[in-house]
Structure formats: C-alpha cells, structure tokens
Nanobody, 120 residues
Framework: QVQLVESGGGLVQTGGSLRLSCTAS????????MGWFRQAPGKQRELVAQ???????SYADSVKGRFTVSRDVANNTVWLQMNNLKAEDTAVYFC??????????????WGQGTQVTVSS
C-alpha cells in the first residue's frame, strides 16, 4: 500500500509565500513523476507543477516564475515553493505521484489535499 502525506498549506496574504511538502511511503520500488495539482471551488483540478526523477520540471503558465517544484528522489519527497502568491492561487493542493509499487506496475497516487488560502 502506498500513501502520499502532504503538509504546509495555510492562510497567507497576497504577495506572501508558502512551502508545501509531500512524502510517499509504503511498498515503493520507485516514484517516478511527482508533482502538484490544485482545485479551486467550482473548477476542475489542474496541473500546477511536476518533476521527473531526473529533475526535469514543468509548470502551468499561471505559476511560472513564482512557484518552484523540487524533490528528493531517495526519500520520495516533493516540495512546492510558492512565492508572490495571488488570490487566484487559492485552492486545495493535491500531491500527485506515479509510483511503481512492489505488488504491481505503475499507478497514479494522490495525497489527501491541503488548503491554500491567499487573502487580499
């Protein structure tokens, strides 16, 4: 069984910063693509940023230059550093990982979500 545990959400003012963290645990052979999605009220879940285990990162246009995704491959951990936050960044942020577990092939796992609220 694989679990993704997130931390780091909260309330911040416009222009502030937050750092999200997510660690995958369980019977993991390898965690490949890891990243973050978000879902605002009434909207679809969208990709924010993701990073391969070779360190190649990609970002949604709306967060380029403000957010940075990074990871520790050995410890199956991914972070999202969010700077210059805007009201439109308010959403529930979900950790995402494509993981090969010992009992099967690659599968897509999700964290439980962490709320990020940016107040103006």
């Amino acid at each position: 069984q694989v679990q993704l545990v997130e931390s780091g959400g909260g309330l911040v003012q416009t222009g502030g910063s937050l750092r999200l963290s997510c660690t995958a645990s369980g019977r993991i052979v390898s965690a490949n693509l890891m990243g973050w999605f978000r879902q605002a009220p009434g909207k679809q879940r969208e990709l924010v940023a993701q990073i391969t285990n070779e360190g190649r990162a990609s970002y949604a246009d709306s967060v380029k230059g403000r957010f940075t995704v990074s990871r520790d491959v050995a410890n199956n951990t991914v972070w999202l550093q969010m700077n210059n936050l805007k009201a439109e960044d308010t959403a529930v942020y979900f950790c995402s990982a494509v993981i090969i577990a010992t009992m099967g092939g690659a599968d897509h796992y999700w964290g439980q979500g962490t709320q990020v609220t940016v107040s103006s």
